[in-house]
């Protein structure tokens, strides 16, 4: 007997079974009652399985969809990070609106603590230090993205270049890579800053994500070794798909988590560099930023006359904002990753 001649599993010959040479009985609808009489095996006559239609959990679908949100509200390090990352979002956007006082006004009465005429006090010049921390966090976040984008994305461009193309093409650019990873960034961003007296914010990012960018394109041209000799990049070749397509629409959709991880890291380390290269007095002119705040209290002696709200605040904020992103990006990582996660 061949598997063909054999009944279907689970369904057993009635006793009112119809003979060898009959028409088989005909498939029934779904929703539609079966027939004992008709549901016997045919013993001499091939039995065609139909597969029943089952319909999914109620909850599977909307599971599957709310995967990312099913595990990331469950992750505390991650909403912490979000938390305190979206507070200071939230002030920088609409802090302006809770001062009436400009960041550089200056006036004749000298500094005083926190009151509530100025939540924060003022500095040495009587200058009101919420506003300069409002404007300071703005400026910092909008160098933090800038570096950490430019450094991304000339990451990706060197990255994916190098791991899909190989070969000279990946010898040349490891080697550029391996060069600019060994030169001094601090050195090299002092240097430059020194030269350029009249550096702006966009200026200062486009310059910390040029001296960047070598660990993200690494750790990408790593993953693209790895994904270029999956299944579905071949079949995307035989269909004649040309390189570039091939990176931006295959290789780097399976890695938008990983790319978000690598930004989150280099936006925390943009807002470091930015911070310190204001703090060293290289920073943009005329521009209030978190860097350039300490760099003042630490000019005019705040500390030693025991003006704490004038750099205690900077200081804080920027160690708030980038334990932040590590949390988050701590917490993404442990979402992203199955072996990770806590359910």
């Known amino acids: 007997m061949t598997d063909a001649d054999a009944p279907a599993e689970g369904m057993r010959p009635a006793s009112g079974t119809a003979p060898a040479g009959s028409d088989p009985p005909p498939v029934l609808a ?29 909850g599977a679908p909307k599971r599957r969809r709310h995967e990312f949100l099913y595990f990331a509200v469950r992750n505390k390090k991650l909403l912490v990070g979000i938390s305190v990352v979206g507070f200071f979002v939230l002030v920088a956007i609409f802090g302006p609106w809770l001062t009436s006082y400009a960041p550089l006004a200056t006036g004749n009465t000298g500094w005083h603590p926190p009151s509530g005429r100025h939540w924060l006090g003022t500095t040495y010049f009587d200058e009101d230090v919420f506003s300069q921390v409002v404007y ?87 993953q693209t070794f790895t994904l270029k000799n999956r299944e579905f990049v071949g079949l995307a070749r ?16 399976n890695m938008s988590s990983y790319l978000m991880l690598t930004f989150i890291l280099l936006f925390g380390g943009a807002i470091l560099t930015a911070s310190f290269i204001d703090f060293v007095g290289l920073g943009p002119q005329g521009v209030v930023t978190l860097g350039t705040m300490m760099n003042n209290a630490f000019f005019w002696d705040a500390l030693d006359l025991h003006i704490w709200w004038w750099f205690l605040p900077p200081g804080a904020i920027i160690t708030c904002i980038v334990g932040g992103l590590y949390l988050t990006n701590a917490g993404l990582d442990e979402v992203f990753n199955p072996k990770l996660r806590s359910l």
């Open 238 to 253: 035989l269909s004649g798909e040309s390189s570039s397509k091939i990176i931006w629409r295959e290789i780097a959709p």
């Open 136 to 222: 300071g966090i703005r400026a910092s976040f909008e160098v933090g993205v800038l570096g950490g984008c430019f450094s991304v994305l000339l990451g990706m461009l060197v990255g994916f270049t190098a791991g899909y193309r190989g070969g000279w093409m990946d010898e040349i650019l490891n080697l550029v890579t391996n060069v600019v990873i060994v030169i001094p960034l601090f050195a090299m961003l002092l240097i430059i800053g020194g030269y350029l007296h009249q550096l702006s914010l966009l200026w200062e990012a486009a310059l910390i994500g040029m001296f960047s960018w070598p660990w993200a394109a690494r750790a990408i041209r790593a």
């Open 30 to 58: 779904h929703g539609t009652a079966p027939d004992p009489d008709g549901m016997a095996a045919q013993p001499g006559a091939a039995t065609e399985a139909v597969a029943p239609v089952s319909s999914p959990l109620p």
